[in-house]
Each structure stands twice: as C-alpha cells, then as structure tokens.
C-alpha cells in the first residue's frame, strides 16, 4: 500500500478544518435568522387576509412603529399546504404581501420587510403570520 506524501495529508487536514469552520460560520448566521425575536403572532382563517386580521395588525403597529428604522423585521407566513403546489406557495406569499402592502400604505411604514413562507401540512387553526424582529447584529 503506497503513503501519501506528508504535503498532501496536510493539505487534506487543513482542508477539513476550514471546511468545519466555514460550516460552523454559516449554521450560526443561519441561527441569527430563526432566532429573531417575536414581536407579535397573527392567526389566519381559511378565508385569507379579511379585515379581522387586519385589525389585528393593526394591534401591532405601535410596537412596530417605536422600533428604530434600521431593524430588519421578518414576516413569517406559517401557511397550510405542500410546498411542491404553486398554489399553496402563492397563497402564503400572498397574505403575507397584502400586510406588507397595508402596513406600508395604510400605516405609511417604511421599514425593511424580509417576507417568508413556511408551508405545513398540519391543521388549518395553525395558520399564522408570525411578526419577529432581528438582532442589531444581524445587518
């Protein structure tokens, strides 16, 4: 059996180290993005965004409106449905873009909006939008 050359088994070491430590790098960028802190919960009914649900909105709107104007907030539309539907994808895309249009034009918000969906298959009662708000040091 041959051996590698001293050269290549610490070029394949050193590899592996930088691999681990960009992986490490990148899962706790990623934990800045789940762990955002929840500024309020609103839950959705089967009929979408009615004007119940905008009320509701409308409960958060002071607590968005003291936050500083360079936070990141993250509208998180918890939807019922399987991601390989485009309808489903378009629906949770949708409710949570009617409450971004609302809050900017209703309540003339002007803040940095991150809109994602997460699709379920669960019950339609954990339909939600799921107002969160990143750490400082996440921009």
Known sequence: MKRLPTTYVLLLMFSLMMLGSVSRV?????????????????K???AGVTPTILKQVDR????IKKMSTDK????????MGKTNR??????????????EKYLREHHK???DLWITAQLH?????EQ??????????FR
Do not use: H, M, W
């Open 26 to 42: 990148a899962a706790e960028e990623s934990q800045d993005v789940v762990n955002a802190t929840v500024i309020g919960v609103v």
């Open 109 to 111: 918000l002007k803040l």
């Open 86 to 99: 485009e309808s489903d994808v378009r629906a949770a895309y949708s409710a949570a873009s009617r409450i």
């Open 60 to 63: 958060l709107v002071p607590a």
């Open 128 to 137: 939600k939008l799921v107002f969160s708000v990143f750490k400082d040091e």
């Open 121 to 125: 298959t669960g019950k339609r009662d």
């Open 72 to 79: 990141i907030v993250k509208l998180d539309c918890r939807y």
């Open 44 to 46: 959705l009914d089967k």
